[in-house]
């Protein structure tokens, strides 16, 4: 690589090889180029910002030191990536982000050899890492593993199991904390409060590291009376050993992440040192760092839309309507002031669920337990149990972290626990690690609980009031992600009936029967059938457990075509009808049954839309489904 003063070092930059060549003035050189070229990007894009920002001296300092791609790197999360993907091959790629057919916004195997393992949920790493550095050991393989894990992944249980299981294996795992003192939210919980103590009782790594680079190059015996000394120091320095130290970790730290000169040698060191236990180097670093708003801000900058790198103001665009979301939280509120007996619950995701104003108003009543889905459900359960009236609200894809729990805990004790899952449905941009598209499957097998879905946002506070008052077992209420339709939200809403649907257009011949809002596209599908003659009804389910078989019978007994239709996966609403159906004999006339449901396999990033359409739930989807069962000609209809 040959570069003039003038040549930016990102340009001359072929892969992560030609990192390890620069000398550390070079290195922060890069970190500076990676880092401005990340903004520019993320501006045009929109995507994760203030995590990746904090991590870009990080970045290029692993990429320097470890072997890659050899040498596993393991990005936990994956939503700090973009530096690393930036510099692994697929800068210009960057430019289409989170678009369809374009680059993911976390990190995926199918993508680069760089990314040793595809994420989207957190506090994998340590798991995946041991995993590959087992099989490294059993294969004989000389490669190191390296997990860089964030301060808000490990509040959750399974980075535990993982660091248990290191330490018990005494695995040659690399372990990197990156400590920035922030989840999406401010981070909670004991071990945040625990990190905060071990660095306000450390200093700077710095004179500490000297000793262990002088360690490292003494002969053995020495080295390990040296190691001894300088571990002893340490320990006075923390007032005993770390939390980590007590897992089996060697524990290196805390040390500056934004500085290339602390951050090389300390990598060096652990990468040529010792090799007969797993390592945690807990590294401190700035989430935004170097860009002001996002420094100023980092939640707010956490997930971004476009936005004017100059003001840092994002064009979110013009809202039609509130988003679900929205509509829950203030739902939420309004029946917890009556009601002093609701509480609400929330996995590290105030803001994006909404909680974050019924957090204003009740703090008391609002627990943030961290990213611990698991335990959110069953704490709900626990307080459930005492005569409270709990609602957890989780994104579906965070929830499938918890099914264990909704069965043995929630529903297998009949617990009045109220599920709120946002986010059901296609949520675009980030893809296939967040499609909230199994829940209806994986919750409808499970007995006792009642599940609805809101087809627009008067539906979604209706719903909230009728999960509110039903005490008698488990409730979900499942909505999408984003704005309403924009209908208009009543004061006071009134609770629905257990189990009922209703028909929204009356009509003959052919029912379409929706849950959630898809009823929308079959609307709009009812509109293009009748401009060819036909006469539609259409009507919401509402509820998926229990279902409405007044109303379900009574379509399949008065029409030709049954079509069903939902957002979700295999095995969902369109399932569990067809069962009731084929097990009442309904399907024994004849009637021309078709469920549109997400097919069997994983959608990747696009708008929403884009997705419905590809999955083939969208309105002309449905149109084309009734023209097919009817035996009309498809091809001379369209051209019609
Ligand atoms: C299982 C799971 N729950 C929730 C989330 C949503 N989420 C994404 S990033 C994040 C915060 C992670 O904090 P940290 O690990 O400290 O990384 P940082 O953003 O601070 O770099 C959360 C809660 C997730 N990705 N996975
Ligand atoms: C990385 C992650 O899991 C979250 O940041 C997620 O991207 C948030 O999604 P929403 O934008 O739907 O809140
Ligand atoms: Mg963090």
Redesign the pocket.
């Known amino acids: 690589m040959s570069t003039t003063p003038e040549t930016p070092l990102l340009d001359t930059l072929r892969d992560p090889a030609d990192i390890r060549r620069l000398t550390t003035a070079q290195l922060e050189q890069l970190a500076h180029e990676v880092r401005a070229e990340m903004i520019d990007i993320v501006s045009h894009t929109g995507g994760h910002l ?2 990746g920002l ?2 870009v001296e990080l970045t290029v300092a692993l990429h320097h030191v470890f072997n890659t791609p050899e040498d596993r790197l393991i990005w ?2 994956g ?2 990536s973009y530096p690393h993907k930036i510099v692994t091959g697929r800068r210009e790629r960057m430019r289409s982000l989170r678009q369809g057919g374009g680059i993911s916004g976390f990190t995926l195997r199918e993508e680069s050899p760089y990314d040793p393992f595809g994420a ?4 994998t790493s340590i798991s995946a890492g041991l995993g590959m550095a087992a099989a490294a050991e059993l294969l004989g393989d000389d490669r190191l593993v390296i997990a860089v ?6 509040s ?1 249980g399974m980075a535990y199991e993982a660091m248990n299981n290191a330490g018990a294996m005494k695995s040659r795992l690399i372990v990197i904390l ?1 400590d ?1 003192d ?3 939210a401010p ?1 909670v919980g004991a071990m945040s409060a625990y990190l905060s103590r071990l660095l306000s009782s450390n200093s700077w790594l710095s004179i500490r590291d000297l000793a262990k680079e002088v360690a490292s190059h003494l002969p053995p015996p020495l080295e390990r009376t040296a190691r001894r000394a300088e571990e002893y120091a340490r320990s006075i320095m923390t007032g005993g050993n770390t939390l980590f130290e007590e897992l089996g970790f060697y524990y290196v730290g805390p040390i500056d992440g934004h500085r290339m000169d602390h951050l090389v040698p300390v990598l060096r060191n652990v990468r040529d040192g010792r090799r007969d236990g797993p390592v945690l180097i807990h590294v401190v670093t700035r ?1 935004g760092k170097g860009y002001a708003p996002a420094e100023a801000a ?1 939640d707010k900058y ?1 997930g971004v839309s476009r936005f004017n790198i100059v003001t840092g103001v994002q064009d979110k665009g013009k809202p039609q309507a509130p988003s679900y979301t929205n509509v829950f939280g203030k739902s939420l509120l309004t029946e917890a002031i009556r009601d002093p007996r609701i509480v609400a619950i929330t ?3 105030p803001s ?1 669920t909404g909680l974050d104003k019924f957090a204003e108003t009740f703090p008391d009543r609002t627990y943030d337990v961290g ?1 611990a ?1 698991q335990h959110a459900v069953t704490f709900a359960a626990g307080l459930a149990c005492e005569g409270l009236r709990p609602f957890v609200a989780m ?1 579906s894809t ?1 929830l499938q ?1 918890a099914f264990d729990q909704v069965v043995h805990d929630v529903a297998l004790q009949n617990l009045p626990v109220r599920i709120a899952v946002d986010r059901a449905g296609f949520v675009g941009a980030d893809g296939a690690t967040h499609g909230g598209v199994f829940d209806m499957a994986f919750l409808g097998c499970i007995p006792n609980l009642v599940i609805m879905c809101a087809a627009d946002e008067a539906e979604l506070a209706r719903m909230v009031a009728t999960a509110a008052l039903y005490d008698d077992g488990p409730t979900v209420l499942r909505y999408p992600r984003g704005e309403g339709v924009g209908v208009e939200i009543p004061d006071a809403p009134e609770p629905l009936a257990i189990g009922k649907g209703r028909v929204v257009r009356e009509g003959k011949g052919v029912a379409l029967l929706s849950i959630g809002t898809r009823l929308h596209d079959c609307l709009a599908a009812a509109e293009q059938l009748a401009a060819r003659g036909l006469s539609p009804t259409v009507a919401d389910a509402r509820f998926a457990k229990p279902l409405d078989w007044d109303l379900i019978e009574g379509l399949a007994r008065t029409h030709e075509v049954l079509v069903l239709v939902e957002e979700g996966s295999i095995g969902g609403f369109g399932s569990l009808v067809v069962t009731g159906l084929a097990n009442r004999g309904l399907l024994d006339n004849g009637l021309k049954t078709r469920i549109l449901c997400i097919p069997d396999r994983f959608f990747e990033h696009d708008t929403p839309e884009a997705q419905c359409a590809k999955a083939g739930i969208d309105a002309s989807a449905i149109l084309d489904t009734v023209l097919a069962a009817l035996g009309r000609d498809l091809s001379a209809e369209a051209r019609a």
């Open positions: 203030s995590a904090g991590v936990d999360v939503h700090q989207g949920h957190s506090s894990i964030g301060d808000g992944s490990m959750a990156n920035n922030m989840s999406i981070p989430k980092p956490h996995a590290a995701m994006g990213i889905e994104y965070f972290r």
